[in-house]
């Protein structure tokens, strides 16, 4: 870890915490003309009308007080009908807590688990705020790779199990994941849940992709897997979900964690010490995406999968590019053979073509050689994005 800062009395842990190597590159090239950014993880769609309406509405009826620390009860009990519904599974409203975003849920859930010397095995690729939420409590997070072969990126469970010793506290897992696109399958599920069981440990399922399937039915609701199908109430359970992502809600900061019952407790004490609360005007807009947002999440599905084929294609014919099909998710994790350095790669693509696409090594070991692209854009930015990349990449991936 490079020590950063030297302010006496700041915890080391905190001293020592980098920019995310996302954030360096939108550092190195904001603000440059004409510059195509995919770097990161949002589209280029705004928030549905209906949500900004609803929150204007909550906003002049004066919701605008301290409210009830785990969300507003006709909020809770909307996302326990959804989860409910889209799972297949019944979730009770005693289960959830709202939370101010995704990642407000997984601070959360570390601040309740994690003690210093905790492990978390956490499987990798993924998103790197998850590394530095574990480290920030004093942990330290275990990566766990995820094979990528000829069908895609698969779990290996033997690697996984192996990474559980007798410091760790919990399991993560992202699926549809931030960056691969993996995404987990039911019996991979249950393997993985009875290992969370045998081994005593929690296990943490990050699911704000939920929506955003590829292998769904045309016209028919898309839905990943949810460890809320498999597992029972009691299980040592965390699910992260929030609205970023699939209701284009990424500024609101609106997110909600299901957990054992028990846990909701204790998450509401947390709360007041974090946060205090959502607010309840944000809160009425997940309200009414969540009654009104079903089409919404369709248009956003198609536009993602036109973005996905586009760049697949333009991709396809690469000299020394690779790319597995998402499965999930928003985004592309290229490979350019030969690369060591992603971050210096990734800056000088922004001067070569002047598009913006995230660091390999931001998401973990082993990813010196890739690139994240996050394709939820119209698809002209994308063909536009992808007449410049192509040739460029052609260009400067090294030759073996
Ligand atoms: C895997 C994953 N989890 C959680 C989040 C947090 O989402 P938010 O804090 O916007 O709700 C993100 C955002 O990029 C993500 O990619």
Request: with cysteine; hydrophobic share 45%.
């Amino acid at each position: 870890m490079t020590v950063l800062h030297d302010l006496p009395g700041l915890r080391p842990v905190v001293a020592a915490l980098e920019e995310t190597r996302i954030v360096q590159m939108v550092q190195y090239g904001i603000g440059r003309q004409g510059l195509i950014p995919l770097w990161v993880g949002e589209g280029d769609v705004p928030t549905p009308d209906f949500a900004r309406e609803a929150c204007d509405k909550a906003i002049r009826d004066g919701r605008v007080f301290y409210g009830r620390q785990r969300g507003l009860p006709e909020l809770r009990e909307e996302l326990a009908a959804y989860m409910s519904r889209i799972h297949g599974a019944a979730v009770d409203a005693d289960r959830v807590t709202v939370t101010t975003s995704g990642m407000g849920g997984i601070m959360l859930t570390v601040q309740a688990l994690i003690e210093p010397g905790d492990e978390v095995a956490v499987v990798t690729p993924v998103w790197p705020n998850i590394m530095s939420a574990v480290a920030v409590m004093g942990g330290r997070p275990v990566p766990v790779p995820l094979a990528e072969g000829n069908d895609g990126w698969r779990l290996d469970l033997d690697r996984l199990a192996a990474a559980i010793g007798p410091r760790t506290k919990a399991v993560f897992v992202n699926s549809p994941s931030n960056p691969t696109g993996w995404t987990i399958d039911r019996d991979a599920m249950r393997a993985v849940l009875r290992l969370a069981r045998e081994r005593g440990v929690w296990l943490i399922a990050d699911e704000v992709y939920t929506r955003l399937v590829y292998d769904a039915p045309l016209g028919g609701r898309a839905v990943a897997p949810s460890f809320l199908e498999v597992a029972t109430p009691d299980d040592r359970l965390i699910v992260v979900n929030s609205f970023s992502k699939n209701w284009a809600m990424t500024g609101w900061r609106l997110g909600w964690l299901t957990t054992h019952p028990e846990l909701s407790p204790v998450i509401e004490k947390l709360v007041q010490i974090n946060t205090s609360g959502t607010p309840e005007f944000v809160q009425m807009a997940g309200l009414v995406a969540l009654r009104e947002g079903e089409p919404f999440l369709a248009a956003m599905l198609e536009r993602c999968r036109r973005g996905r084929d586009i760049v697949l294609r333009g991709l396809a014919d690469v000299p020394g590019v690779t790319v597995t099909p998402p499965a999930g998710a928003f985004y592309a994790f290229l490979r350019v053979a030969g690369v060591t350095d992603s971050l210096a790669f990734a800056k000088a693509l922004v001067d070569r073509a002047n598009v913006g696409l995230a660091p390999g090594s931001a998401f973990g070991p082993g990813c010196e050689d890739r690139l994240r692209l996050c394709f939820a854009s119209s698809a002209e930015r994308l063909e536009e994005a992808m007449r410049r990349l192509a040739p460029a990449l052609a260009e400067m991936a090294p030759r073996a």
